[in-house]
């Protein structure tokens, strides 16, 4: 069985990592790899590639940066001739970006089954890109694999035939526990010159939180307080960092002693950083599930979560964007710690459960 594997953005290649490590053990299964470009700088992709042992994709569709239309278009426009070439049996998206939607659409138009692997997360909030990235790609998918109970509920709920829907774990822990010792041995501590336990990691870069100036001012007014008590590391996502130059927050995030901006990190800085986190302030989904893993207490600024078993049965909490309920939510973080859980099925094996369904699938 041919499966094209779709990547193309930061949070794809964790999720993409394992699958490709597993096919390596069945022969039944030729995996191509696809990367549609998305996320092109170094530090938001090639650095993962090497981190995390992923095979050079075997095609680049070189797409970079455009709005959505442009962008979900032009992953369309140049995916398209790849599987007319390639005459796969079937298309494999990860998670909830652009590049996931781009190409499932466009195999399922051409008739070729398409697998989404982290189905049936739901916001619930249709102003969000990624909840209409989830939404079209579960309706068009022909097997959906789910990280947790919500993901079933919410299929079940829209219709979906439990025959396509499978409860296999999450990936993006598969790749965690892998990397977790390696991860161990990185220095960014030293670097950053920050001793384990005694600062804050923040991330950012929800169009809702940071592409509206309001909004992110009020995020700032927080961050102003919380940096007095404990150091707060912040690598910026391109996008963020965009914004604070057009926003002039420069000079009020200058004047922040405690709050270093850095780079966007590497994977193996990035969870060591966030292992011997005292708190993590976030946006991202994937932080609210490693975070959980790793016990380390998570504020979720927002207002709403896709992942809700990372609150249920987890270290998050959601805090939104108000900063007397952030401020509150990490005073009571720093009070009270967090210890590591693990939600079903999140043991590291959530790959091998997918390829062996593909295997039978494929029969
Ligand atoms: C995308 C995903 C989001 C995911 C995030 C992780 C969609 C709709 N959004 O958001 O779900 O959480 O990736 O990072 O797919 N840029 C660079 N270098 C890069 C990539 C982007 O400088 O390598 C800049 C460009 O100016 C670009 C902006 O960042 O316009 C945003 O990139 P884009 O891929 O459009 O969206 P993200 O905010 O990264």
């Not at 790849?82 to 781009?102: R, W, Y």
Request: aromatic letters at 6%.
């Amino acid at each position: 069985m041919k499966i094209i594997n779709v990547c193309g953005a930061r949070p794809n290649f964790m999720k993409i990592a394992p699958l490709m490590h597993a096919y390596r053990r069945v022969d039944a299964i030729h995996p191509i790899l696809v990367h549609t470009g998305q996320h092109y700088d170094d530090r938001m992709n090639r650095w993962f590639f090497d981190e995390l042992d992923i095979p050079n994709p075997d095609i680049n569709l070189e797409v970079g940066s455009g709005s959505h239309a442009v962008q979900t278009a032009e992953i369309m426009k140049r995916f398209e001739p790849v599987c007319l070439d390639h005459q796969p049996d079937a298309v494999l998206v990860v998670g909830d970006v652009n590049s996931t939607i781009a190409c499932a659409l466009v195999a399922v138009k051409l008739n070729i089954p398409a697998i989404h692997v982290e189905a049936g997360l739901r916001s619930f909030d249709r102003t969000m890109p990624e909840e209409i990235n989830r939404l079209m790609t579960d309706a068009i998918c022909s097997l959906l694999f789910v990280t947790e109970q919500s993901g079933l509920d919410n299929l079940r709920r829209e219709g979906v035939p439990d025959d396509r829907v499978h409860f296999v774990g999450n990936v993006m822990i598969d790749t965690l526990n892998r990397m977790r010792a390696a991860a161990e041995r990185s220095q960014i501590l030293k670097t950053l010159n920050v001793a384990p336990r005694a600062y804050t990691v923040l991330t950012l870069h929800r169009p809702s939180n940071v592409d509206d100036p309001a909004t992110f001012s009020r995020i700032l007014d927080a961050l102003a307080e919380i940096q007095k008590s404990r150091a707060v590391v912040f690598p910026v996502h391109p996008r963020t960092r965009a914004n604070i130059e057009r926003g002039a927050f420069g000079a009020r995030i200058a004047s922040m002693t405690g709050l270093k901006m850095v780079e966007p990190l590497g994977y193996l800085d990035f969870v060591h950083l966030l292992t011997h986190a005292a708190c993590v302030l976030t946006d991202s989904g994937g932080i609210q599930e490693e975070t959980t893993i790793l016990g380390v207490p998570c504020l979720t600024l927002r207002e709403n979560t896709e992942r809700p078993v990372t609150i249920t049965g987890g270290t998050n909490r959601l805090v939104g964007t108000d900063p007397s309920v952030i401020l509150d939510g990490f005073r009571n973080a720093l009070a009270s710690g967090a210890t590591p859980k693990t939600p079903p099925l999140w043991d590291g094996r959530a790959a091998e459960r997918i390829v062996d369904v593909l295997r039978r699938w494929a029969r």
